[in-house]
């Protein structure tokens, strides 16, 4: 019996174990060769896929492509897992209108213009707007790995494409909802997408604060309990919770593993997580590059070659164009800008993932996944060499434009800052906003929860009704509380009081905000009783707000701060670190770590004359968890020290340079030695009579005398004044060959 399923086991798990076993292998081999080119790894992936795939005859090919598609949606999952990690929802907010403004018009642009060349080219609209959808977003993953091997990355103008990034990848989350309510409906229909965009901003918003307000509570009250072993397992668990939620209302996975990893990003030991996930992240993430790689169909990329080198030059010189002047609008200076755009001009990972949401939900043709993935492949290759030709191409263009363009550009740049400038009324406006659409969200939330779960809980019991409305009430009372009666932009709304005409619209927004905490109480009692007793019912609700105002003040006020310190944790050292606003000009701050074998090590800020010689300024030091803001010239610097200095693009390289010219090589050994331990009887005379240090052993040797044994005693590292006597054993540490020599003498 035990044979029987042993044998059908093996036969069941056999495909499944030999197809991994070759995408890996196949895609190990690719790697090293690309990584010996020096070519993106992405690129390696692909190939390595075509090889594997049924496309390609000279090769061992994957027999069961179900359980392929299966890793390759676990590889998108922690894909976008480990993306949530790096780019939080908050650095959304604190990348601001720049980075906003250029990835807007590039998506907009490219929707667009991907769109009219596939109408051009006789496609379908479904195919073209997927098509449009695809050319928009920029690869993440090719970019950093480039910015990384440029050595670019503490560059003021990757920062901006970096934030760029960030709006990009929110927008692609929400463009995939968007495409797959199209997909499903087969029509343009305005009511459809509006009520998939309200419905992804009600979830996303319910997720967010439930997830702030319980996740780093959890880790921090576990952090004692969790090895590294266990805090994998937990991020894995919730981020596979998380899809299944999405799941559930409807979303695809990947934006459930998005927000987790959004949230966990949050948290003090993101860090650390990231860390923890990167093995997992890479192994399923290879497996994705590669099963999309095996979808290219080499007589597909023959007849739709054209199609590919339009779309390649579209991506190319349309990504960059657009981005360009995105970042120009945004108040940004014109090398910045350049630099910026032409690095965004590839397609890579969101692209895979939208061919193949529209492959799974049949809303696109055969030949578009694989022409998407060779204009990536083309794209890919590129990315390097435009990064370089950025700088060349900004000055050029400086020589070139007419000065009352270039001066026209410089001086809208340097005017950003006071178009920024909002208003009182708007300041309050916002306020108001966000107030009434985050609470009335969190109250609904709470209510539908209430509806499905504390009903049904209660309702067997003599008066469940009319426990489940009161629970219902007290958990809901903060909330309410703060939608209707909480002071809001107190000083920007005493400032406008002041002018009559002002009163009366503050006054309109007042009311508003009382009458939706009526509308609310009036609709939690409505569904729980007759219209009588809820009349009653809401009487009393009323009195009990007025009658208790302190108590629901100092109850949100605990929710809030609660919220707001699991919020900040992460942030709160990192805020007093980097200071963005302390740089004049074209001035960035960059951060850089003093390795344990710089030359550096030691010498005090004086000695260096760091400002004298490069021309950059020491923001702060960071030493552990002591911060040394703007250090004086006594202050010396130590092994695994972060400093932050503030300067241009040219000094912050030059100073890059300055720290790896520091860099103590390690000494290049001619001959292999074996260091032993080994004891030794003293019966050289030479040394008899003779201190440790006298008798020189250490240099003979290349090692130590780590203990003596004298009449039966054993002495552990002697003294080095230590005098020597007949009938000694030396216990030695060092090189054996020398050792033995001294032991002939």
Not at 250 to 266: D, H, Q, R, T, Y
Not at 539 to 545: E, G, H, K
Request: charged share 15%; aromatic share 10%; hydrophobic share 50%.
């Amino acid at each position: 019996m035990f044979l029987t399923v042993a044998a059908t086991t093996t036969s069941h798990l056999k495909p499944l174990i030999s197809d991994l076993g070759l995408i890996l292998m196949t895609a190990g081999i690719a790697v090293l060769i690309f990584r010996k080119l020096k070519q993106p790894l992405v690129l390696g992936y692909l190939i390595a896929g075509f090889l594997a795939g049924n496309n390609f005859d000279f090769f061992p090919t994957v027999k069961d492509h179900h359980s392929v598609e299966v890793w390759a949606e676990i590889g998108v999952i922690f894909l976008l897992f480990s993306l949530g990690l790096e780019f939080s929802f908050k650095k959304l907010v604190k990348v601001g209108g720049t980075a906003s403004i250029t990835a807007a018009t590039q998506i907009v642009t490219m929707v667009a213009l991907g769109f009219l060349v596939g109408q051009m080219m006789g496609w379908s609209k479904m195919d073209s707007i997927f098509l449009g959808v695809m050319l928009s977003i920029s690869s993440t993953t090719i970019i950093l790995k480039t910015f990384d091997e440029l050595g670019v990355k503490a560059q003021k103008f990757a920062g901006n494409v970096i934030g760029a990034l960030i709006v990009q990848d929110i927008l692609a989350i929400l463009m995939m909802v968007l495409l797959s309510t199209l997909a499903v409906s087969q029509q343009f229909s305005g009511s459809e997408l509006l009520q998939s965009v309200l419905k992804l901003v009600f979830f996303l918003t319910i997720w967010f604060v439930a997830g702030i307000f319980f996740i780093p509570t959890l880790l921090k009250k576990a952090k004692h309990l969790l090895t590294d072993e266990m805090l994998l397992i937990l991020s894995l668990a919730l981020c596979l919770v998380m899809v299944t939620l999405a799941a559930n209302v409807g979303f695809s996975p990947a934006l459930g593993a998005f927000i987790m990893g959004s949230i966990i990003a949050e948290t003090t030991q993101a860090e650390h997580i990231e860390h923890l996930i990167k093995p997992v992240k890479h192994l399923f993430g290879a497996v994705f590059f590669v099963s999309v790689g095996m979808l290219i169909n080499p007589d597909t990329l023959v007849q739709y070659a054209f199609p590919v080198a339009v779309l390649t030059l579209v991506t190319i010189f349309g990504q960059s164009i657009s981005s360009t002047i995105g970042s120009l609008l945004s108040g940004q200076p014109l090398k910045q800008s350049v630099q910026a755009g032409v690095s965004l001009s590839q397609i890579g990972e969101f692209s895979f993932i939208i061919a193949t949401l529209g492959m799974t939900l049949g809303a696109t043709s055969d030949f578009l996944y694989p022409t998407v993935v060779a204009v990536s492949a083309i794209t890919t290759f590129t990315t390097p060499y435009m990064v370089k030709f950025g700088t060349p191409l900004a000055v050029y263009l400086e020589k070139k434009l007419p000065r009352k363009w270039v001066k026209a550009i410089a001086d809208y740049s340097a005017n950003t800052e006071a178009i920024k400038t909002l208003s009182t009324w708007q300041i309050v406006i916002r306020a108001y906003i966000f107030q009434i659409v985050f609470h009335s969200i969190i109250i609904v939330a709470i209510i539908l929860l209430s509806t499905k779960y504390i009903i049904p809980l209660l309702d067997g019991l003599k008066f469940g009704h009319g426990l489940a409305a009161l629970l219902t009430l007290v958990i809901v009372s903060p909330f309410l509380w703060a939608l209707s009666l909480r002071r809001i932009a107190s000083e920007e709304v005493n400032e406008l009081f002041k002018n009559r005409k002002s009163r009366g619209p503050l006054l309109l927004l007042v009311f508003l905000r009382m009458g939706l905490g009526l509308f609310f109480i009036g609709f939690i009692l409505n569904n729980f009783f007759s219209p009588v007793i809820a009349g009653i019912a809401l009487v009393i609700a009323l009195a009990s707000y007025l009658l208790f105002p302190k108590q629901l003040h100092a109850r949100y006020n605990r929710i809030e701060q609660h919220f707001l310190s699991n919020l900040n944790d992460r942030e709160i050292t990192k805020e007093s670190r980097l200071r963005k606003d302390l740089t004049p000009w074209d001035g960035h701050m960059a951060t850089f770590e003093i390795t344990g074998t710089s030359n550096l090590s030691g010498k005090t800020l004086q000695e260096l004359q760091m400002r004298e010689k490069i021309g950059i300024n020491i923001a702060f030091i960071k030493r552990g968890e002591y911060i040394i803001n703007v250090p004086s010239r006594n202050e010396r610097l130590f092994p695994s020290d972060e400093i932050c200095v503030i300067g241009t693009d040219s000094q912050v390289k030059k100073f890059q340079k300055f720290l790896e010219l520091n860099e103590i090589e390690p000494p290049e050994s001619t001959t292999e030695s074996e260091i032993v331990l080994q004891h030794l009887e003293l019966k050289n005379e030479s040394f008899i009579g003779k201190s440790i240090r006298e008798s020189q052993i250490r240099e003979k040797t290349s090692g130590l005398v780590v203990g003596i044994e004298r009449n039966g005693r054993r002495m552990l590292n002697p003294d080095s004044h230590l005098v020597l006597e007949q009938g000694d054993i030396l216990w030695v540490v060092g090189d054996k060959k020398l050792l033995t020599s001294l032991e002939k003498c």
